[in-house]
């Protein structure tokens, strides 16, 4: 029973408010801006393109400039690669996930290492202890990519490995040495590494990647695929992770940009050319909220790409132009506040990419606010990928956008927005210059603050964040996932246990080889699988490259060098 | 007339967890509403930490955790502050932590837990509604 007041409250609390109702009814956006700010006019007509030329300024897809695709019939031939990150618990962990998304219709297999692994430690260094597997998966050594790579042809498959750090070197010659033990020939692996460390710095990794070792090793990688496995990309310069930072659009493709010209440079300076390893370049992307600033986006970098590697590097052939690229929805878009609408923003950023053309998908989970994905959460996110590719007709026509008023006028103005961040970049003495200075963090914090506030003050509107919120959630629907402690346990006892019994003569002299081709500038690839195969860790492998450079051996500074 | 005591506020980042965009935007939003903020940087210790606090007498720390350590590290601060005499001290939080996460850790004597899309001003708030009282 209740009493009149409490009565008179819930009758209260469920009236409508008719004035707030009727104003929903007149009411009109607050911003004619872009997500990044462009001012947009109410509508774009031919006036627009007076004096441009199609074929100079966009060209049909598979054709210089590639505004519209790198590939003449885009989709007609394949589809993107439906391919979701997984990385969870231990090595065996993360191989169940990978069989469940792979039987579910995935289409690439694609792995995500944990800040361990990122940081280069190994499961037993004290740091490691507590926070293996919780991003992602720690691999420690070679058994350890053994037991992940367990009973997957990878003579067939595309593999994503997902270390960015100066550990992609690591990663490299441990998914090799096991590729080789198999019987494997390297020559016909397919798949991608990531290995941009230096954009990695911004994540949380300057320890384990300061300039010079992240040129040094990001590029020994490069140079060492593009020489012994013409059919992997040895590099996808991570856009994406400078995106969630708080940048814009154009920057976000300026900055990356002027990263991606340090590796080009250096590779090139070793005496590669642009046409050997052009080919093999790829680049990770954020796709984000607004629909046309996104496509405008990448058919902007397309083009940029295509004049930078024929113009300034001279470049010529066609694929070396070829901005080829994975799209990651953006993870920073979502909000744990009404958690199911972030299954609405990740299919419009998902049909963002595929209409950009996107030769890779990843789709975040709704859930990522609150933890890792839980399997229902990816199986999701893979069913948003394929209801896109089978029943919503995006994928028939390259490039539908193209030709429309707005999308070309947009596609210009971040492309002029690109060419100004890239120029005033030069000014600060280059990207190197930009990064050493730190000119770029400040950047990176000036733009964080203003987008917390464009929402604090209400100019950004985030449904269930400043507008239509509601009582915050008590439950995450469809649960959360949890890590297993014994899984960290098992790996961190399973790592002791193989430096005990190893055999340490051999592996010695495996290291000492290590230790001076890194030292005499050699590149470090074949050293690397030579001692991965003896059992070396992703520690120690690290630790020897480290100190070679002049660094300490453990970027904690806590663990010695056992050699 | 004494000037009234600034709030001080230690902003801290535990474990190997790199994500600071937020804490570095909290840090900033504390110091505009006018409390002094000393931010950890990456890569702390809880020990460290709570060495901090000690030296700097703050009135407050805050953890921010997006790596899922949440579970293992709140705690172990917690005792450490006890241990210290500290266990007075306000602690707050924030970063990807699921709900019944964010229940238990109150639970344990955590202040509040705050997400991503929260509001600035609802941490600050927060912050003056508990150490002002006092």
């Given amino acids: ?563 | 007339m004494q000037e009234k005591r600034k709030i001080r506020i230690l902003l801290a980042k535990p474990g190997l967890d790199g994500h600071d965009r937020g804490i570095k935007v909290v840090a900033r939003a504390l110091r505009d509403a006018g409390m002094e903020v000393i931010y950890s940087g990456l890569h702390q210790t809880p020990e460290q930490i709570v060495n901090t606090a000690l030296q700097e007498g703050v009135d407050g720390i805050g953890l921010s955790i997006l790596s899922g350590a949440h579970n293992t590290i709140f705690p172990k601060m917690m005792a450490l502050l006890k241990e210290k005499g500290l266990s007075d001290l306000l602690v707050f939080g924030g970063g990807t932590i699921p709900p019944k996460d964010r229940e238990r850790l109150k639970t344990m004597g955590v202040g509040e837990i705050f997400t991503s899309g929260t509001d600035t001003r609802d941490i600050v708030n927060y912050i003056k509604g508990v150490l002002e009282k006092v």
């Fill in chain 1, 1 to 563: 029973m209740c009493s009149v007041d409490e009565l008179e409250e819930l009758e209260k609390g469920t009236e409508v408010d008719w004035d707030s109702y009727l104003k929903a009814y007149y009411e009109k956006p607050r911003s004619a801006k872009t997500w990044s700010g462009f001012d947009v006019r109410e509508i774009y007509t031919p006036k627009e393109r007076v004096g441009k030329d199609y074929d100079e300024t966009i060209g049909d897809a598979g054709k210089y400039p590639f505004t519209r695709g790198i590939h003449g019939n885009m989709f007609r031939g394949r589809y993107w690669t439906r391919r979701e990150v997984i990385g969870i618990g231990s090595p065996a962990d993360t191989h169940e996930r990978v069989k469940v998304l792979a039987d579910h219709g995935g289409s690439g297999l694609n792995t995500i290492a944990d800040i361990t692994y990122e940081m280069g430690l190994d499961a037993d260094h004290p740091w490691a202890m507590n926070e293996v597997g919780l991003t992602g998966v720690n691999i420690s050594h070679i058994r350890d990519m053994a037991t992940l790579t367990e009973g997957i042809p990878l003579d067939k498959v595309s593999w994503s490995l997902i270390t960015a750090s100066t550990v992609a070197s690591v990663t490299m010659a441990q998914y090799i040495a096991v590729a080789q033990n198999r019987g494997y020939d390297i020559r016909g692996l397919r798949g991608s590494v990531q290995n941009d460390p230096i954009h990695f710095r911004y994540c949380g990794f300057r320890p384990a990647c300061p300039l010079d070792l992240s040129i040094r090793l990001g590029c020994d990688v490069m140079e060492y695929c593009t020489r012994n496995m013409p059919k992997w990309y040895y590099t996808t310069v991570n856009l994406y992770d400078l995106r969630e930072q708080g940048i814009t659009a154009p920057q976000e493709v300026a900055f990356g940009f002027g990263i991606a010209m340090i590796y080009v440079d250096e590779l090139i300076r070793r005496g590669l050319s642009i046409d050997e390893f052009g080919p093999r370049f790829t680049f990770y992307v954020s796709c984000h909220t607004d629909l046309f600033e996104e496509v405008a986006k990448i058919r902007a970098a397309r083009r940029l790409w295509a004049r930078l590697m024929k113009e300034k590097y001279g470049a010529k052939d066609p694929r070396s132009m070829q901005f080829r690229f994975a799209v990651h929805t953006a993870g920073c878009s979502l909000v744990p506040q009404q958690p199911l609408n972030n299954i609405v923003r990740i299919s419009y950023e998902a049909l963002a990419a595929v209409l950009s053309g996107v030769q890779s998908l990843h789709c975040c989970s709704y859930d990522e606010p609150m933890c890792l994905p839980t399997e229902k959460g990816h199986l999701q996110a893979l069913r948003t990928q394929q209801i896109l590719a089978y029943e919503t007709g995006v994928c028939n026509v390259a490039d539908p956008l193209g030709g429309s008023y707005f999308v070309e006028e947009l596609t210009d103005r971040i492309e002029e927005e690109v060419l100004k961040i890239m120029k005033q970049v030069e000014e600060v003495g280059g990207m190197k210059e930009a990064i050493r200075t730190e000119w770029l963090d400040r950047e990176f914090e000036k733009e964080a603050l203003k987008r917390q506030k464009e929402i604090d003050q209400g100019e950004r509107l985030v449904v269930g964040v400043n507008i239509f919120s509601t009582e915050p959630e008590t439950e995450t629907p469809l649960g959360v996932q949890r890590i297993p402690s014994e899984s960290a346990r098992t790996q961190i006892e399973e790592t002791k246990e193989l430096k005990r019994t190893r055999d340490k003569c051999r592996l010695k002299d495996r290291m000492k080889q290590l230790r001076e081709d890194a030292e005499e500038g050699r590149n470090v690839l074949p050293a690397m699988i030579e001692a991965t195969k003896t059992f070396a860790t992703t520690g120690e492998l690290m630790g020897t490259v480290r100190m070679a450079m002049g660094y300490s051996y453990d970027p904690m500074e806590i663990i010695e060098c056992s050699f």
